[in-house]
Nanobody, 122 residues
Framework: QVQLVESGGGLVQAGGSLRLSCAAS????????MGWYRQAPGKQRELVAD???????NYADSVKGRFTISRDNAKNTVYLQMNSLKPEDTAVYYC????????????????WGQGTQVTVSS
């Protein structure tokens, strides 16, 4: 069984920084992409950033230049460094892992973390 465990959320003032971490545990052979989505109250879940196993990254326009995603493939861990935070970044942030294989020929599955709250005060 694969699990994603997130950490690093919290309360910060506008202009501050937070670093989110998400570690995938279990019997893992490979993971395609890993990344972060967020969902604010009353809004749809939206992609924040993702990163492939090869290191290619993709960011939402709203976070470009402020957030940086990185990944440690050996630890099956993805990070999100969030700088210059704004009140509109307030949301529950969800980690995900795409096309996780537990064996070379196994069927890939996607997994989600439980979410971590990020609150930015003005």
């Amino acid at each position: 069984q694969v699990q994603l465990v997130e950490s690093g959320g919290g309360l910060v003032q506008a202009g501050g920084s937070l670093r989110l971490s998400c570690a995938a545990s279990g019997s893992i052979f490979s993971i395609n992409a890993m990344g972060w989505y967020r969902q604010a109250p009353g809004k749809q879940r939206e992609l924040v950033a993702d990163i492939t196993s090869g290191g290619s990254t993709n960011y939402a326009d709203s976070v470009k230049g402020r957030f940086t995603i990185s990944r440690d493939n050996a630890k099956n861990t993805v990070y999100l460094q969030m700088n210059s935070l704004k009140p509109e970044d307030t949301a529950v942030y969800y980690c995900y892992a795409e096309k996780v294989r537990t064996t070379l020929w196994g069927t890939p599955h996607d997994y989600w973390g439980q979410g971590t709250q990020v609150t930015v005060s003005s």
